[in-house]
């Protein structure tokens, strides 16, 4: 694919490569600087592997000192920083480009202090998602964001992208999971914004970084909010004839008020590429299957089942079958979580990430099947239906460039579907370089000249994730 474009490498930063490593070199040590071409590979994609560019070189700090070096240097010299965090952004918002420096979290992986009678926990940026369950599983607390990457993502890049997952329909997205962030000017000045409490004062600059793509400034720590976990969960799957009658169930549910804790939405194919990997007992004489998880004492789950279960027969459900042990319940979610990895096993796929009001889920679900198969492609629905937040993974030959070219185009259509009946390009995935050029259909230019002024104060020269977030052209200043 070449359709998505990158900025023209500046050839005076290319000119000056070795004076900017040797300058880079005296920052960090060296087994953090990495400049040699074949250790730089690794770095030149993250999950949006179908776009690559090699970086002019690699940091790899270790403290919140060493990014602040590193950031103010470049900064001085006008390199432009690509922030990296586990490299799985499906969006290529960690992507760089030949003329910039990316400086990756990786080694910044500890958990600085738990404190469980407040309910928070101080981490580095570079810790992953599932690593902060982990540490507090034991005492019965769990970090609330679960992207189906958990166990590689890191907290700094769900920052960035305010990540979500299926178990934030009822405990929110990061934005709503992060009280306070270290965050790295690029001008090398370390601010700390928001803390160990609920809100702060003055304008909600954290609700600003969250989801700002490492264009800011880099977050190397964060104060997250871990909760006590529930009595007792229970997944439950429901089978449906068809997928509008599923999205029908799902628009009903979330209208008559009851919020489960995830509610997510497989159809045919998806369901057999997750049951081929997990065996997990997904019913496969079904067009479209929802598992709907809540929680709380048995007396409440059951009270809440069969209000969802009365709506679901209402819409033609033609499956009900609950877990009934803890094993069950893993086999379920480790097929739903392992549905893009189950996918690549069969095909290339884009997955794409919008969002849309849960009462235009039956009408996009058809007119999606109706874009992808305009294309001659097939597609694999799996997504977070509870919050309307769609991830079709359109299947295609990487081989074959014409179709390459036309799963791009379908998944651009979709997503315009999803800003055309109310919705967002994004849910959880961010913008990156793949929705880029789409910001001009969601924004009008005066909005997006105000988020651009907005970035332009922490970034005049636009060195931090140059390439990412607003298109190429017409670009503004503060």
């Not at 600087?33 to 590979?41: K, N, V, W, Y």
């Not at 969960?233 to 919020?259: D, K, N, Y």
Request: hydrophobic share 45%.
């Amino acid at each position: 694919m070449s359709a998505i474009a990158f900025p023209v490498p500046d050839p005076t930063i290319l000119a000056r490569r070795e004076q900017i490593i040797e300058g880079l070199s005296r920052l960090v040590a060296p087994a953090a600087l990495i400049t040699a071409e074949d250790e730089r590979r690794p770095y030149e994609t993250d999950a949006l592997t179908a776009y690559r560019r090699l970086p002019l070189a690699v940091v790899l700090p270790s403290t919140t000192q060493e990014v602040a070096a590193v950031l103010k240097f470049c900064g001085e010299q006008g390199v432009p920083v690509v922030p990296r965090g586990a490299g799985t952004s499906l969006a290529g918002g960690a992507i760089p480009q030949e003329d910039a420096v990316v400086i990756g979290v990786s080694k910044m992986n500890r958990i600085l202090a738990i404190d469980y009678a407040n309910r928070v926990a101080k981490v580095q940026a570079g810790v992953t998602n599932l690593a902060v369950t982990g540490e507090v599983s034991a005492e019965g607390f769990f970090y609330a964001p679960d992207p189906s990457s958990q166990l590689a993502c890191s907290i700094g890049g769900n920052i960035g992208m305010n990540s979500g997952g299926a178990h934030c329909l009822k405990y929110g997205v990061t934005t709503n999971n992060v009280l306070g962030v270290t965050l790295v000017m690029l001008d090398g000045s370390v601010v700390e914004i928001g803390g160990a409490h609920l809100d702060a004062p003055g304008l909600d600059l954290l609700g600003l970084i969250v989801g700002s793509e490492g264009q800011l400034g880099i977050v190397t720590e964060a104060t997250v909010r871990i909760l006590r976990s529930a009595e007792g969960a229970r997944p439950v799957l429901f089978g449906f004839p068809t997928s509008e009658q599923a999205g029908e169930a799902v628009a009903a549910i979330i209208g008559a008020g009851i919020i489960p804790v995830a509610m997510e939405f497989m159809d045919k194919p998806a369901i057999e590429i997750c049951e081929a990997f997990a065996h997990a007992g997904y019913p496969m004489d079904v067009e479209a299957l929802l598992i709907i998880e809540v929680e709380g004492s048995d007396a409440e789950m059951d009270a809440q089942l069969a209000r969802i279960v009365a709506i679901a027969r209402e819409h033609g459900v033609k499956t009900v079958k609950e877990s009934k042990s803890a094993m069950e319940a893993a086999a379920i979610w480790k097929g739903r979580k392992s549905a893009f990895g189950a996918t690549g096993r069969i095909a290339d796929y884009i997955c794409m990430d919008g969002t849309i009001p849960t009462g235009q889920l039956p009408h996009v679900l058809r007119r999606m099947d109706e874009i992808v198969k305009g294309y001659g492609l097939r597609v694999a629905n799996v997504f977070h239906a509870g919050d309307g937040n769609l991830h079709p993974l359109i299947l295609y030959n990487c081989n074959d460039p014409v179709e390459a070219q036309k799963a791009e185009d379908a998944g651009m259509d979709i997503l315009k579907l999803c800003v055309e009946v109310g919705g967002c390009l994004t849910g959880e995935h961010g913008v990156g370089i793949e929705k880029r050029d789409l910001m001009t259909f969601q924004f009008n230019p005066e909005d997006l000249a105000q988020q651009m002024r907005v970035r332009a104060v922490f970034d005049q020269a636009w060195l931090l994730n140059p390439a990412k977030v607003f298109p190429l052209e017409g670009r503004v200043a503060a």
